[in-house]
């Protein structure tokens, strides 16, 4: 299949249902080989089965492309290098790992048990780092041998990892976690050929129906905004040749809404130009306070 993708090589975590089967179906379209891994559980993390990643495979098949399943938990080390191992064994090569898996425990912080913060945590942030660490293992021994490669790591934040959001503080977290590790990823791995980008996608899904129940699609727009294949056209570009400059970017996309988050900066300081003393600082917080922008609101305040 030729695309803009065309020769690439891609793993697609959490790609069995969703924006994850959007992506791997949008990259296929494009013209990558794709590896589809999907644990196949349920919302909350639980049971498995085989069944979405071999479907997605078989749809990419039909149109024409080349895809392998695979069922590696992508938050069990070893079993995130056999996931690597897969793509290498059955298409030659890497291009492209999209960190996509996660799951939801939402709860109340004051309710929230430690099981629950720890799944998700492993799931969410352990999950981008143990692909991409076995991923970049095979980089960077290409790039010493003399073979350069044009590589690419894309996360998937969240607007409740930027703006944080009511009732998930371990998903909020997690997400936080990740666009700073897409940060420092950019900055550390250029010199082997690797980009590393992230989404903040809003999208129905799984994990989002019951928040966009009522949304229908915009009648102005003629189409879904809600639906998860909008999410994929950015994911197919940012894995193309042609995204080689773009790197350490956290994108927000909304149906057909695109926009770069522009994330922590660092604020108008106050130098006292000495230690300050306790007592005085009342004054000069309200200061700073009074002289920067508003926060962005938290998602259900």
């Known amino acids: 299949m030729s695309g803009i993708c065309a020769g690439r090589v891609a793993i697609v975590t959490g790609a069995g249902?969703?924006?994850?089967?959007?992506?791997?179906?949008?990259?296929?379209?494009q013209g990558a080989r794709v590896v589809v891994n999907d644990l196949g559980a349920?919302?909350?993390?639980?049971?498995?089965?085989?069944?979405?990643?071999?479907?997605?495979?078989?749809e990419i098949r039909a149109m024409g492309g080349e895809a392998v399943a695979d069922g590696a938990d992508v938050a069990d080390f070893e079993a995130a290098g056999r996931l690597v191992r897969r793509a290498l064994e059955s298409f030659g090569r890497l291009d492209v790992l999209v960190n996509n898996a996660g799951f939801l425990r939402d709860k109340m912080f004051a309710s929230t048990?430690?099981?629950a913060w720890d799944a998700v945590i492993r799931v969410h942030l352990k999950g981008h780092f143990a692909p991409a660490r076995h991923a970049v293992d095979h980089w960077r021994a290409e790039a010493k041998a003399g073979r350069m490669p044009d590589a690419r790591i894309i996360n998937t934040s969240s607007g409740s990892g930027l703006q944080g959001s009511i009732g998930q503080s371990a998903y909020a977290a997690a997400k936080a976690g990740i666009a700073s590790l897409t940060l420092v990823q950019a900055a550390e791995l250029g010199r082997y050929g690797i980009t590393a980008n992230a989404l903040a996608p809003i999208a129905r899904t799984r994990m989002t129906e019951e928040v966009f129940a009522d949304?229908?699609?915009?009648?102005?727009?003629?189409?879904?905004?809600?639906?998860?294949?909008?999410?994929?056209?950015?994911?197919?570009?940012?894995?193309?040749?042609?995204?080689?400059?773009?790197?350490?970017?956290?994108?927000?996309?909304?149906?057909?809404?695109?926009?770069?988050?522009?994330?922590?900066?660092?604020?108008?300081?106050?130098?006292?130009?000495?230690?300050?003393?306790?007592a005085e600082l009342g004054e000069v917080v309200r200061g700073l306070i009074a002289r920067s922008p508003a926060p962005e609101k938290v998602y259900g305040t």
């Open 17 to 29: 249902r969703g924006i994850g089967r959007e992506h791997a179906l949008e990259l296929a379209r």
């Open 42 to 58: 349920t919302v909350a993390g639980v049971e498995q089965s085989s069944e979405p990643a071999e479907a997605v495979v078989a």
């Open 113 to 115: 048990p430690e099981d």
């Open 215 to 278: 949304m229908m699609a915009r009648p102005e727009a003629g189409f879904d905004a809600m639906a998860p294949e909008n999410i994929a056209p950015i994911v197919a570009w940012l894995a193309s040749a042609e995204s080689a400059d773009v790197t350490g970017r956290v994108f927000e996309v909304e149906g057909g809404k695109l926009a770069i988050a522009q994330g922590w900066r660092h604020g108008e300081p106050f130098d006292r130009g000495a230690r300050f003393d306790p």
